[in-house]
């Protein structure tokens, strides 16, 4: 099964349970982008705001999928491995090969 390749965050800072979006914001330009992007983060133009902060949601996003998708393919990895129905792994693959080739790598 092929895999989705990621370049890990810069650091690991976990989620909150109840976090509003501004400390989530917060929290993403922490988490991908290092002490130079923090600072030019900082530096807001006007009419756009922050110059990186739609990019860092966009990393997360890319990230969470690329890690769930690569969770998939080593399930069904193991379910071939431990005799899973051979049918419902072909079913399982297509439908994963989809979900792979339907999102931006």
């Excluded at 370049?7 to 976090?19: H, M, V």
């Excluded at 009419?47 to 769930?68: K, T, W």
Aim: proline share 9%; charged share 25%; no cysteine.
């Amino acid at each position: 099964m092929p895999r989705i390749q990621f370049f890990s965050p810069a650091r690991d800072l976990p989620g909150e349970l109840f976090e509003s979006p501004k400390a989530r914001e917060a929290r993403l330009v922490k988490k991908h982008l290092g002490p130079v992007g923090q600072v030019l983060n900082k530096i807001r133009l006007p009419l756009f705001g922050p110059i990186f902060s739609a990019n860092v949601v966009q990393a997360e996003a890319e990230l969470q999928r690329a890690q769930q998708l690569n969770g998939i393919a080593d399930a069904i990895d193991t379910g071939t491995l431990i005799g899973q129905d051979p049918e419902l792994i072909k079913k399982l693959r297509q439908e994963y090969l989809r979900l792979y080739y339907a999102g931006p790598k």
